[in-house]
């Protein structure tokens, strides 16, 4: 191998903090809750040994609290309960099982977590800069999450109707006081400043909407519905950098109306947009469609790695530029914004650029035995900018490796085989990946949508005709169901397509059907609505239908 490790160097936290490897999203939240108690940091525990599953257990049966009668006495049964309803395992039912932590049911979970066993790989701090640009979205999941506990002693002071999976973990993180010591980080937050605000205010919306539903549902089902709507904000995000880092790269400048942030009802250029299949089958005829969708997006990993990899060394030179008195760096900081590292491809930059970058091409070549392998002196025989050289250089070397990462990646953000999955890929070496839309994810994004402001910005739940919800689908998170995209690997819908459509659409209402959220009053179309599971707003008192 001719690269060094600043060559190998991958992950570009001005685009996202996440280390590109398959995440757990229980793992993820319980991450993201210590850092919303500790102001965008993570937690750093002290703890002398991991604790297993009976070590969970022993915190219950020793209970002093009296809550928990009778589980010394049952302990075999308390020892299944804690270990399926409250504890998150790695290799469940293996013989290498083990615990990561418990699953994130209250905001002090990430204290009893086995921090070798959890690891969110970054993903929590993204989340956090994502949902921080809604000052009231991070409060409003701080409060939930952490409702039971008094916000300037950090005791616990648990409610009446505080849920037992929750008790059982406040009363296990008590038994723990003094054995481990939680505190903030010692790193301060790094604030990161994002390319798009749109998907940033949109997760911030979504999750206030989302939050309205806590008096009409059980903690543990609101925080399985968070967990699938975050999961799936991180999934639109990323698809959304896939198409705005090559971009922004080619053009040498990162759209102004990005980093300035969209009008109200503006569509940013870089939206995604998805073909999704609500048939549920191979053979169905959404599934091309939905297929030739999910092939798309995968189809653009390379040109985002090479993004990924031009903005990371463009940050490179912009510190050599800084070192010569060429170039300002943020004070304070080792970061550069990807928008400010992309604009040292300026024509200004140019000959200070060819003689950094010519510098390293020179050393990778020299590392090489001569003479040069074949594919490489295609590479030098391209001709092309000395920057552009050693993009393809490491591409040559790196590109297959991170593009595996990144697709084990996605599809985790995408729940891939999990509940709320919004891509699946059926077993076997001829499985291909396809949208689909799970009926869990379904539901969470129509507990939000059919959220609205009144005329008096007072949030309350209305009913909608199906033809109003896909579109609210389709406008708000590109996913299509009754026509298709424009772009994004389609050109719109032909005549040969609309019997896929018709079939898609009615997969649609059947599963509103199915999930309870379909009511069809007549044959006539506009009494044919999807009705909220909940009433929010519609008086002082708000009803459960």
Not at 133 to 151: C, R
Not at 516 to 531: E, I, K, N, P, W
Request: hydrophobic share 40%; charged share 30%.
């Amino acid at each position: 191998m001719a690269l060094e490790s600043k060559d190998r160097a991958f992950r570009c936290d001005a685009i996202s903090r996440i280390d590109y490897k398959t995440l757990t999203m229980d793992r993820v939240l319980t991450a993201f809750l210590a850092r919303l108690w500790h102001g965008g940091v993570t937690s750093r525990m002290r703890r002398a040994t991991d604790l297993d599953v009976d070590a969970y257990v022993q915190l219950l049966v020793d209970d002093e609290t009296g809550k928990f009668v009778g589980f010394a006495v049952n302990e075999d049964i308390s020892r299944r309960w804690v270990a399926t309803h409250v504890l998150d395992l790695v290799n469940r039912g293996r013989a290498t099982e083990a615990v990561a932590g418990p699953r994130p049911l209250h905001g002090f979970a990430y204290r009893l977590r086995n921090a070798a066993r959890s690891r969110p790989y970054g993903a929590d701090e993204q989340l956090y800069e994502l949902v921080a640009i809604n000052d009231i979205a991070l409060q409003g999941l701080k409060e939930f999450f952490f409702s039971d506990i008094d916000p300037t002693t950090g005791e616990a002071v648990p409610g009446p109707d505080i849920d037992v999976e929750s008790q059982a973990l406040l009363n296990m993180v008590e038994a723990t006081q003094g054995k481990a010591q939680d505190r903030a980080g010692d790193a301060s937050r790094r604030e990161q400043r994002q390319l798009c605000r749109q998907p940033a205010s949109l997760l911030g919306e979504d999750v206030l909407r989302l939050l309205l539903h806590r008096e009409f549902m059980p903690r543990t089902v609101l925080v399985e519905h968070l967990k699938i709507l975050l999961s799936f904000h991180l999934a639109l995000y990323h698809l959304r950098m896939f198409k705005l880092v090559p971009a922004a790269v080619r053009g040498g400048a990162v759209d102004r109306a990005c980093t300035a942030g969209h009008q109200h009802g503006e569509e940013c250029r870089y939206r995604p947009h998805l073909f999704v299949d609500l048939v549920g089958s191979e053979a169905g005829l959404p599934a091309a469609y939905a297929t030739k969708s999910a092939a798309t997006w995968y189809g653009r990993l390379p040109q985002f790695v090479r993004g990924t990899f031009s903005v990371l060394k463009l940050t490179d030179f912009a510190k050599d530029l800084h070192r010569q008195g060429k170039f300002s760096m943020p004070p304070g900081k080792e970061d550069l914004p990807a928008a400010d590292a992309i604009g040292l491809l300026d024509d200004k930059y140019k000959a200070d650029r060819e003689i950094f970058f010519d510098m390293r091409v020179r050393r990778i070549l020299d590392d090489e035995e001569e003479p040069l392998a074949p594919e490489l002196q295609t590479i030098i025989d391209l001709g092309l900018s000395r920057f552009e050289t050693y993009l393809e250089l490491i591409m040559h070397y790196r590109g297959a490796f991170q593009r595996k990462y990144l697709v084990d990646c996605l599809d985790s953000m995408f729940l891939k085989g999990r509940p709320g999955e919004l891509l699946t890929q059926p077993r076997g070496k001829s499985g291909v990946r396809r949208f689909v839309l799970d009926s869990r994810l379904l539901e969470v994004l129509l507990q939000v949508c059919l959220v609205q402001h009144d005329k008096d910005g007072r949030p309350r739940t209305r009913p909608m005709r199906v033809d109003e919800v896909l579109d609210t689908l389709r406008t708000r998170y590109g996913l299509y169901i009754d026509t298709l995209p424009i772009e994004d690997g389609f050109h719109g819908p032909d005549l040969p397509d609309q019997a896929a459509l018709r079939i898609n659409t009615a997969a649609f209402v059947d599963r509103l059907r199915e999930i309870g959220y379909y009511r069809d009053l007549s044959d006539a179309y506009l009494t044919q609505t999807v009705t909220p599971r909940f009433t929010i707003g519609a008086n002082p008192e708000r009803t459960r239908r």
